[in-house]
Antibody
Framework: VQLQQSGPELEKPGASVKISCKASGYSFTGYNMNWVKQSNGKSLEWIGN????????SYNQKFKGKATLTVDKSSSTAYMQLKSLTSEDSAVYYCARNGSPYWYFDVWGAGTTVTVSS | QIVLTQSPAIMSASPGEKVTMTCSAS?????MHWYQQKSGTSPKRWIYDTSKLASGVPARFSGSGSGTSYSLTISSMEAEDAATYYCQQWSSNPPTFGSGTKLEIK
């Protein structure tokens, strides 16, 4: 079971970025995919999740309008797009799965570093 | 949202010493989950459903608690246990994490 994330991104303020998380070793549609933000080695914030089977999403109110979650079932890949980037969006972003009705994250990706700088 | 407060923020222990860290929730939660994170790596599920050890976690680790008070205990500290430990709840949305306890080896 593995979640392989895309490489580091360097973006200018105001731009958008789309990062990916490719799942392997399990049934992609059988688990929700979550996204978690970690700023500068500090604590962890849940951004939201997506049910790859139905495509339904749930967002942390704090990240509504900032993050958009999608999936491509054909390639077992989840995506997160972040728009209108500011320096506050500079962070490591992890994908992590959870299986219903299990309310914890049992497998994590290695993380994608997004740096926003002019 | 439920706020999780971890204490202490930083602690150090000698090899063989017993270690206990706590996680206090602003409202009652049904379960608490714990993650271990070492520098430059992603978090790993460590203890789930309050007291169940994830695969590969040494038996010197244990978790306990209920309601608003939870703890993670190491019966005998080893050098490889040095890491940051985060608690997490999902009894209500959004799931939230504590600010972490950084455990260092003396």
């Amino acid at each position: 079971v593995q979640l392989q994330q895309s490489g580091p991104e360097l973006e200018k303020p105001g731009a958008s970025v789309k990062i990916s998380c490719k799942a392997s070793g399990y049934s992609f549609t059988g688990y929700n995919m979550n996204w978690v933000k970690q700023s500068n080695g500090k604590s962890l914030e849940w951004i939201g999740n997506i049910d790859p089977y139905y495509g339904g999403t749930s967002y942390n109110q704090k990240f509504k309008g900032k993050a958009t979650l999608t999936v491509d079932k054909s390639s077992s890949t989840a995506y997160m797009q972040l728009k209108s980037l500011t320096s506050e969006d500079s962070a490591v972003y992890y994908c992590a799965r959870n299986g219903s009705p299990y309310w914890y994250f049992d497998v994590w990706g290695a993380g994608t570093t997004v740096t926003v700088s002019s | 949202q439920i706020v999780l407060t971890q204490s202490p923020a930083i602690m150090s222990a000698s090899p063989g010493e017993k270690v206990t860290m706590t996680c206090s929730a602003s409202s009652s939660v049904s379960y608490m989950h714990w993650y271990q994170q070492k520098s430059g790596t992603s978090p790993k599920r460590w203890i789930y459903d309050t007291s169940k050890l994830a695969s590969g976690v040494p038996a010197r680790f244990s978790g306990s608690g209920s309601g608003t008070s939870y703890s993670l205990t190491i019966s005998s500290m080893e050098a490889e246990d040095a890491a940051t430990y985060y608690c997490q709840q999902w009894s209500s949305n959004p799931p939230t994490f504590g600010s972490g306890t950084k455990l260092e080896i003396k």
